[in-house]
């Protein structure tokens, strides 16, 4: 099973909600990742956990908050956001990040956000 | 820093043909490259994976060559089909930066019948 499940699909949201994105994956993988994706523009990396320590924290600003509870299940906790933040929110995962680690990555369907 | 380029940005061919679509990195120094199938508004779907130690992968009618030395990868698609449709985006690891894949900006296939 190489799959890697994201709720909610969509997502609309004023710029004073808070909400919440959520990323599962039952592989064993011990690596999860956080790209943000506009229109017609590759990925874009914003955090990496490894073993459940946040690894990599692209400068993304404040308003994304991410959290991970366990070695299967990634949050993204969004606040205060703006326009511009709308995009398609995709959550990945691999075994591992470390050099000599066999690390292919697996990504999930997506969230795709609007805010209003 | 690590680029990678893909060429061509856009492809339309006609059913049956065979394809050639090209990625290169400015860094021989990558760990692994990989290549994904993103439909629009959908996740990615990893294809292929090719270590650093690789020549090539297949997997169907896919198959997926790497030079390291001179920075360059190509996805090979045999007899294309309009279910090939498609944005195809290569990426480089560089396995020294946790987990970062360099992604290209994607060829956006279209097979028509």
């Known amino acids: 099973d190489t799959e890697v499940t994201q709720t909610p699909k969509h997502l609309v949201m004023g710029m004073t909600n808070k909400k919440s994105l959520k990323c599962e994956q039952h592989?064993?993988?011990?690596?999860m990742y956080w790209y943000k994706q506009k229109a017609k523009k590759p990925p874009e990396l914003m955090f990496v956990y490894s073993y459940e320590k946040l690894s990599i924290n692209e400068s993304v600003p404040s308003r994304f908050s991410p959290e991970c509870p366990n070695s299967s299940l990634l949050n993204l906790h969004l606040h205060a956001l703006q326009p511009e933040d709308s995009a398609l929110y995709l959550c990945?995962?691999?075994?591992?990040?470390?050099?000599?680690?066999?690390?292919?990555?697996?990504f999930g369907p997506g969230t795709r956000l609007t805010v209003l | 820093k690590q680029e990678v380029t893909q060429i061509p940005a856009a492809l339309s061919v006609p059913e049956g043909e065979n394809l050639v679509l090209n990625c290169s990195f400015t860094?021989?120094?990558?760990?692994?490259l990989q290549w994904f199938r993103q439909d629009p508004g959908k996740g990615l779907t990893s294809l292929l994976l090719?270590?650093?130690?690789?020549r090539e992968q297949t997997s169907g009618r896919l198959n997926a060559s790497l030079d390291k030395s001179s920075g360059r990868s190509t996805l090979y698609i045999a007899a294309s089909q309009p279910g090939d449709s498609a944005t195809y985006l290569c990426a480089v690891n560089r396995g020294s930066t946790l987990g970062r894949l360099y992604f290209g900006r994607g060829t956006q296939l279209t097979v028509w019948p």
């Open positions: 990945a995962s691999s075994q591992g990040v470390l050099a000599g680690t066999y690390n292919e990555q697996f």
């Open positions: 090719i270590q650093s130690s690789q």
């Open positions: 592989m064993g993988h011990r690596a």
């Open positions: 860094d021989s120094a990558i760990y692994n």
